[in-house]
């Protein structure tokens, strides 16, 4: 059992620095301008001008046949019932009913039109959200973390959806409606319009600032929600561990933590909620009373009627009249303002590993022989602690490298920097002569197949979890892969065979099952080049032995990187490449590194000396 | 509407700040008649007598009320939150603490991502409704009834007359119901696309190492595309519900004109009346315009409700007997009698085992890959419960005692090491909270991390990254077995998995984990030959089946299956002291 220790997904380097985790991002704040922000959301919708126009203009016209109802109180108020001639009644009341009935079909189409602009625009988001997530690197997953991402994805975007299904018709009608009163008060009366005019300053104040202080809160209320995500994923995937040491309400007071942090937060913007919405109504409500003190005066003085006055406070509770529903929905659509910002703050996070706009596909030109070169290789996964320290290894196509060393000494980063998880800080990684930063990344990981320590498998049939590595495989040729990875056997033996979820029954198959699983995807893809981190450690002796029959057969013809633990398969290696604090101190092949009597064969007597203890032990 | 009676019950510990909350709204309401009120006495008092001096007095009552209701408003709005986010927050610790204490079939069912949406999705849209509908409906509901009463204390005819509408408006309401199936697609979706982020968090190295993020992208747009889908299929029953309310509503202020001016003209009514009936009519109208946005709201919190309560609803697999007893201090003796063990209907995992095991016994399991020895271990914490036949611990069923003074008496080290997002000290100290700095850092020592704790720049008060992915496989795996020591249990379960770390720590863990097998009782998933050698007894396990038990001298003399495990083993390790003494020797 030789020299393992491969890492987690971080790689070893990341656990120096202590990086932002999930809960150290502590500070709400606004990074982006409203107006920039408002300007990209504008840009998202822009594909949709031509019908967001025609719904504006829509929700205009209904908006001004919304003013007929006080018109005609006017009209019957000052006209009809002084001259008490009733016959025109009738005829305004199917005139009227008429007119709204148009308005329905208006309203109807144009919420039809913004409704289905609101959702193409959520689907947009969420989709540009996680197509670009999905080109960041390791890098970014290992800072931000699941809860994190997934809240973003989720949580976010949901807010998002409900402004624009709950918010968006509502706020853009009321507008048009005060904006259309605005007018008609001034038509009807410029001097009492003015006065209305003139307290508008204050409630555009009130709204902006309020908002300003919605958006940071929500933003945080947004924040407590990633954290909320993040200890809820991390809390159910490791259930089992706070079951077997009792300490459920250790988790649980972490959980409650979070969902308190979330609380709080959101008792913030109740906060403020509770102070402006009514402050705001109420600078609506004071210049109604002014106007009907000034405008009751001028009727007394004779500069104007009884029924203009009437009239027009009747069109100022009009006017005022969405300032209610505004307010509600301001805070809805601060929180998808918060939310949006995050989003596209992922959005802006730029990929570090680029594919290069010239970048060619392996294998284009030639057939892909496989031959990985790395060349004075630095990296460092934090600034200024470099993992790798001018690591040079040349792999000729065919050849097995296996990398030994101590945990942490950099091993796992080697192998991950060959299908350009990460890019090097300097020196140059080959394949076939090639520097991989020259290549489409496709093409380059279509030619590696990687097994890891951990197997993951998807919520899907185990076929579909093989398949994965090559989707437009048989059924035929998923079972001869499976086969090679003396899974086959195993899998008919599963209740449903190869049609076995094998994401809820997870707990049907072992660790070593899964293992030849992830073997059997690797197969199926056929690489030039074979990437196995760990893969055999962790599995019982009769898997292992079956592995590396497997092994054997599919490492004919491939490039091999091989960190293990089992002699058997080091020995076998065309080169060993001993790995210490992020050097290569040693090359060579088993014999030959023994007999050199360095650092290898140290490694390798201390791992025997615990095996002769054993052996002497069974003697 | 079975799922909004429930919701109400967390609602009751809060009875007191929601009865405030109704009686405000109430109150706002009524206040809120107050201006127009005032505006008609204005028009039919104040201006006739030409008395500008009442002009002023009337205005100055009329912000006065303003004033009132707008500062009442103001408290009534921070109580309704404090509600609807207090019953959210209760909710979704009942929800977390239900789903952590399911058995571990539970989550074998369910998918992360599933169950997170749960939480946080499904929740999210109750707590929609409940902060911002409900106000709104009570709000509704009282401006109706009080404006209704005016208008009846106004003029009876001609609010029969508004009235004449409500049906209408009813009926549409009722369309709505449509969109319930729709809502709970939606939800389901929304969980769906959870699992999609959540897998491709969990897998991103294998999915960028396939160059499958096409594939994925796939994935989450096919979600994607059918939550659009059925969002707009909901917002085509929206768009005939919200105008179709103005509509009536509209064509209600339309009628009370004509019927008014009638009226009027009899001489039967005052023009101030009809002025103020009309706008009362407008007014009530506001909040009735939002009741098809509290019924969507309404129906999507009962589509969300269903899931959250559809959680809390299901029966706990591996409960704890009412009359559980606190086991006392164990002396460690287990014993298996018949234990049969199946996945639902799935073929049996575990038939017929039983075993016995002395406190300070080892007992060690071998067998073949799949045979069931991590099924014999899941048992004795009672992760899973058996399906017939008895594990007793000290001669208590397992299935008598409380489940943490059963566990907290376990050590367990499992294969796959599992650290929390938390410092390393925190993570040694999971093991027992009451442990000291010192304890913590004495059980390090004794699993051979210390050195490479220190090591680290922020030593025991490192941050472990996500699943300890900041750590490697090896450190890990020392953190867990301090974790273990810190415990100081009478039973230790232990499924060895020492090949992850690297041969000289191999060397010391192996040292501390024989210091921690003294003289407790052990059950080991052996991969070691020194592990079965030292065993008191050996069960060799194979298709669920103890299929033969002793030492090792004796199964190896024995058990053909035994020899066969065994030699895959020795071979390697005895070719190994070959070739080192080969080239010792040149």
Avoid at chain 2, 43 to 61: C, N
Avoid at chain 2, 148 to 158: I, S
Avoid at chain 2, 552 to 558: F, I, K, P, V, Y
Avoid at chain 2, 559 to 575: M, T
């Amino acid at each position: 059992m030789m020299m393992g220790g491969g890492h987690g997904f971080g790689g070893g380097g990341m656990m120096r620095g202590g990086g932002p985790g999930v809960w150290a991002r502590e500070k709400a704040e606004l990074k982006t301008p409203l107006g920039q922000l408002l300007g990209r959301i504008g840009g998202v919708l822009g594909e949709f001008k031509k019908a967001l126009f025609w719904a504006l203009a829509t929700l205009i016209f209904a908006a001004l046949l919304q003013m007929i109802p006080p018109y005609a109180t006017r009209y019957v108020v000052d006209h009809i019932i002084p001259q008490k001639n009733g016959t025109m009644l009738p005829a305004i009341a199917v005139a009227m009913i008429l007119i709204f009935g148009f308005r329905y079909w208006l309203m109807y189409t144009s919420r039809i039109t913004v409704s289905n602009i609101s959702q193409q625009f959520v689907y947009a988001m969420a989709k540009n959200l996680f197509e670009h997530v999905e080109r960041l690197s390791l890098k970014f997953y290992e800072r931000e973390g699941t809860g994190e991402i997934i809240s973003r994805a989720t949580s976010d975007i949901n807010v998002l959806q409900q402004a624009m299904q709950g918010g968006m018709v509502q706020a853009g009608a009321g507008l048009f409606n005060m904006v259309a009163y605005a007018i008609v008060l001034l038509v009807l009366d410029w001097r009492l319009a003015l006065l209305v005019y003139a307290g508008l300053p204050l409630l555009v104040g009130a709204s902006y600032t309020s908002s300003e202080l919605l958006r940071v809160r929500y933003m945080k209320v947004q924040e407590r929600i990633s954290a909320v995500n993040g200890v809820l994923a991390e809390n159910i995937v490791g259930v089992r561990v706070a079951k077997a040491f009792a300490r459920e309400d250790e988790s649980s007071a972490r959980f409650v933590d979070r969902n308190k942090e979330n609380l709080d937060a959101n008792m913030a913007t109740a906060m403020v909620q509770a102070i402006s919405g009514p402050l705001i109504q109420f600078i609506g409500v004071a210049s109604t009373g002014l106007v009907l003190w000034v405008g009751a005066t001028r009727v007394m003085g004779g500069s104007l009627s009884v029924g203009t006055l009437v009239a027009f406070v009747s069109y100022l509770v009009q006017f005022y009249s969405p300032i209610d529903d505004l307010i509600r929905i301001n805070a809805t659509i601060q929180q998808a303002l918060a939310a949006a910002e995050r989003v596209f703050e992922f959005m802006d996070e730029r990929a570090d590993v680029v594919e290069k706009p010239a970048a060619i596909d392996l294998g284009a030109d030639r057939p892909v022989d496989g031959h990985v070169t790395l060349d004075d290789v630095w990296f460092s996964y934090i600034p200024g602690i470099p993992v790798l320290k001018g690591v040079t290894i040349d792999a000729p196509p065919g050849t097995m490298t296996a990398l030994v060393g101590h945990t942490g000494s950099g091993k796992t980063t080697v192998v991950n920097l060959i299908p350009r998880f990460y890019d090097v800080d300097s020196g140059h990684v080959y394949v076939d002569g090639r520097d991989v930063k020259d290549l489409t990344l496709e093409s380059l990981r279509a030619h590696i197949g990687v097994v890891l320590q951990e197997t993951f498998l998807f919520s899907t049939s185990i076929r579909e979890n093989i398949r994965y590595g090559r989707l437009d495989a048989t059924d035929a040729e998923v079972e001869a892969a499976a086969r090679e990875a003396h899974a086959h056997d195993f899998i008919m033996a599963l209740p449903k065979g190869y049609e076995t979820n094998a994401g809820e029954s997870g707990n049907l198959l072992s660790r070593g099952q899964r293992q030849r699983l992830a073997l059997a995807r690797a197969i199926l893809r056929d690489p030039k080049i074979l990437i196995l981190d760990e893969a055999t450690s962790d599995v019982d002796t009769e898997t292992e032995l079956l592995i590396q029959q497997a092994l054997e057969r599919v490492m004919k013809g491939r490039t091999v990187f091989v960190i293990a633990h089992r002699l058997s398969t080091i020995r076998k290696a065309d080169q060993i490449c001993v790995m210490d604090h992020g050097e290569l101190i040693e090359k060579g092949t088993h014999e030959e590194l023994l007999a050199k009597g360095g650092k290898y064969r140290e490694l390798y007597e201390i791992q025997f000396a615990g095996e002769e203890e054993s052996a002497v032990a069974a003697g | 509407m079975g799922i909004l009676v429930r919701l109400f019950r967390f609602v009751r510990p809060y009875w007191w700040a929601t009865a405030g909350s109704i009686t405000l709204i109430v109150a706002v309401t009524s206040l809120r008649l107050l201006p127009a009120w005032f505006t008609k006495r204005v028009i039919d008092d104040a201006i006739p007598r030409g008395d500008g001096k009442l002009v002023a007095e009337y205005v100055g009552l009329f912000m006065l009320a303003a004033l009132f209701f707008n500062g009442l408003t103001a408290l009534e709005t921070y109580l309704e939150q404090f509600v609807g986010q207090r019953v959210i927050y209760d909710l979704r610790n009942a929800l977390y603490k239900h789903l952590q204490s399911q058995s571990m079939s539970f989550y074998d069912a369910n998918q992360t991502g599933q169950l997170m949406s749960r939480v946080t999705n499904d929740v999210s849209q109750v707590q929609f409704f409940l902060t911002q509908g409900i106000a709104r409906l009570v709000n509704t509901i009282a401006t109706v009834s009080i404006y209704a009463v005016m208008l009846a204390l106004l003029d009876v005819q001609l609010l029969m007359v508004t009235l004449i509408v409500a049906p209408a408006i009813w009926l549409l309401q009722e369309q709505l119901k449509k969109a319930m199936p729709l809502m709970r697609q939606v939800q389901r979706q929304m969980a769906d696309l959870n699992v999609v982020i959540q897998e491709y968090v969990a897998g991103v190295k294998m999915i960028q190492a396939f160059s499958r993020e096409p594939f994925e992208a796939k994935r989450f747009d096919d979600v994607n595309r059918d939550i659009r889908g059925n969002r707009m299929k909901q917002q085509q029953i929206m768009a005939i519900v919200m105008p179709g309310q103005e509509f009536f509503m509209n064509v209600s202020v339309a009628l009370i004109l004509v019927a008014g001016a009638w009226r009027v003209m009899n001489g039967s009514m005052t023009l101030g009346t009809l002025v103020a009936f009309q706008s009362y009519v407008m007014t009530m109208w506001i909040p009735v315009r939002w009741i098809g946005m509290i019924n969507q709201m309404a129906q999507q919190a009962m589509a969300a409700g269903e899931r959250v309560f559809e959680i809390l609803d299901t029966a706990l697999e591996v409960a704890e007997k009412p009359s559980a007893i606190v086991l006392p201090k164990l002396r460690g003796e287990i014993e298996f009698q018949n234990v049969h063990f199946a996945y639902g209907k799935n073929k049996p995992l575990l038939t017929d085992v039983s075993f016995h095991a002395d406190p300070g016994e080892t007992i060690a399991i071998v067998g073949p890959s799949g045979s069931g020895k991590t099924t014999v271990i899941n048992m004795i914490p009672r992760f899973y419960d058996v399906t017939s036949g008895r594990v007793l611990v000290d001669g208590h069923d397992v299935r008598d005692v409380t489940l943490s003074s059963l566990r907290s008496q376990i050590g367990i080290v499992l294969q796959e090491t599992f650290l929390f997002n938390m410092t390393i000290r925190e993570n040694i100290r999971y093991g027992r909270s009451d442990a000291t700095d010192e304890e913590v850092e004495r059980a390090a020592r004794a699993a051979a991390a210390h050195d490479f704790i220190m090591d680290l720049d922020d030593g025991y008060d490192t941050m472990v990254g996500e699943r300890g992915a900041r750590l490697s496989g090896g450190q890990r795996q020392r953190i867990a077995i301090a974790r273990a020591i810190l415990v100081d249990p009478r039973i230790l379960i232990l499924d060895e998995a020492t090949s992850s770390v690297d041969t000289r720590t191999d060397f010391h863990i192996q040292r501390a984990l024989d210091e921690l097998m003294r003289d407790r009782t052990t059950i080991v998933i052996a991969h070691r030959i020194s592990t079965i050698q030292r065993a008191d007894q050996i069960l060799l396990l194979n298709q669920g089946q103890i299929v033969d038990r002793g030492t090792h001298r004796e199964l190896l003399r024995r058990s053909g299956l035994y020899q066969h495990l065994y030699e895959i083993q020795f071979q390697l390790q005895a070719e190994a002291k070959q070739q080192l003494a080969g080239v010792a020797a040149s």
